[in-house]
């Protein structure tokens, strides 16, 4: 079955990027020149994604402004001539069907994917994490979606950390099924070093079976008191088994200080208006490092 909805869980509190995510959700921080939560939009449409519910919270209305017209903006760049800037705007109002909705309180991931049941319905679907952004050739909610329709089963995307994320992230326990896919049996949110299956961890990225929201609906509060939803992942990993796929795209934790810097490093050094710039600059400043 072919995957066209999905959902991106935007309504954290966003803690470790303090004070940027006071008044700003830290899903609209900037990579270069576009909003974090613009990169997950355009990865899950060219997977051929056709409708997308990001569930939000208090204060993070400026969210739906940015995928909606800014009629002002856009008058002023038709008056001014400035029609590749007026194009790339229209195209971020027109980007696909994107829905709303709210968590009225931040009780988890969990608990956030929830909400999105009714918009589900009976059928699979994508979940893409709304502070991890991954910038590749291909889409990596494609390849899991790719990896669903070969297994039939739920997909996480996975990753190898080190120690140190493993225990802030989630631990799995996997076998390998081929070059870049696993089978998943067991997996642990935030576990202790002795409690770890291996180094792979999910990332932002699972293709899931509607089973997921009973399971959520029946699972107590977990790690930091919040409803997980790697512990609802792990009842499915354990019972009918999931696949893990290490995607080829480059992840950015924009829910972290460094994660933000990195992305802009990195996306800036493949910028076109900004990338030689970036590069003449960086040389320069690692000579007094
Ligand atoms: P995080 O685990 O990074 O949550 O969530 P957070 O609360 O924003 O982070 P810190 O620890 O306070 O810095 C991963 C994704 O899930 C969303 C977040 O917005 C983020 O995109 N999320 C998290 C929700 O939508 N609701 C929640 O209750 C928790």
């Known amino acids: 079955?072919?995957?066209?909805?999905?959902?991106?869980p935007a309504a954290g509190l966003g803690t470790r990027v303090l004070p940027a995510s006071k008044a700003c959700p830290k899903e609209m921080l900037p990579i270069v020149d576009k909003p974090a939560i613009q990169y997950i939009v355009e990865e899950a449409v060219k997977a051929g994604i056709t409708d997308i519910l990001i569930i939000t919270n208090r204060g993070k209305g400026i969210i739906e402004d940015h995928f909606d017209h800014s009629i002002e903006l856009e008058n002023a760049l038709r008056r001014s001539g400035k029609t590749e800037k007026?194009?790339?705007?229209?195209?971020?109002?027109?980007?696909?069907?994107?829905?709303y909705i709210r968590q009225k309180e931040t009780k988890g991931l969990g608990d956030a994917v929830l909400r999105a049941r009714n918009f589900v319905g009976d059928e699979p679907f994508a979940v893409l994490y709304g502070d991890d952004v991954i910038v590749g050739d291909v889409p990596?909610?494609?390849?899991?979606?790719?990896?669903?329709?070969?297994?039939?089963?739920?997909?996480?995307?996975?990753?190898?950390?080190?120690?140190?994320?493993?225990?802030k992230y989630c631990s799995l326990k996997v076998d390998a099924l081929g070059d870049k896919t696993f089978s998943v049996s067991?997996?642990?949110?935030?576990?202790?070093?002795?409690?770890?299956?291996?180094?792979?961890?999910?990332?932002?990225?699972?293709?899931?079976?509607?089973?997921?929201?009973?399971?959520?609906?029946?699972?107590?509060?977990?790690?930091?008191?919040?409803?997980?939803?790697?512990?609802?992942?792990?009842?499915?990993?354990?019972?009918a088994g999931m696949i893990g796929v290490d995607f080829s795209g480059t992840r950015f934790d924009m829910g972290n200080k460094f994660g933000v810097i990195r992305a802009n490093i990195e996306v800036g050094l493949k910028h076109p208006e900004v990338a030689e710039e970036l590069r003449n600059y960086i040389k320069e400043l690692a000579k007094e490092l």
Do not use: W
């Open 140 to 167: 990596a909610i494609g390849e899991l979606a790719e990896a669903y329709e070969a297994h039939g089963k739920s997909v996480v995307g996975i990753k190898e950390v080190t120690d140190e994320q493993v225990v």
């Open 86 to 99: 007026l194009e790339c705007i229209e195209a971020t109002a027109n980007i696909g069907n994107i829905y």
């Open 1 to 8: 079955m072919k995957i066209t909805k999905a959902i991106i």
């Open 186 to 239: 067991d997996m642990i949110e935030k576990p202790q070093l002795s409690q770890k299956f291996s180094n792979y961890a999910i990332l932002g990225r699972c293709i899931l079976t509607p089973d997921i929201f009973d399971i959520l609906e029946n699972t107590p509060l977990g790690a930091g008191g919040e409803l997980q939803l790697t512990d609802a992942m792990a009842v499915i990993a354990r019972n």
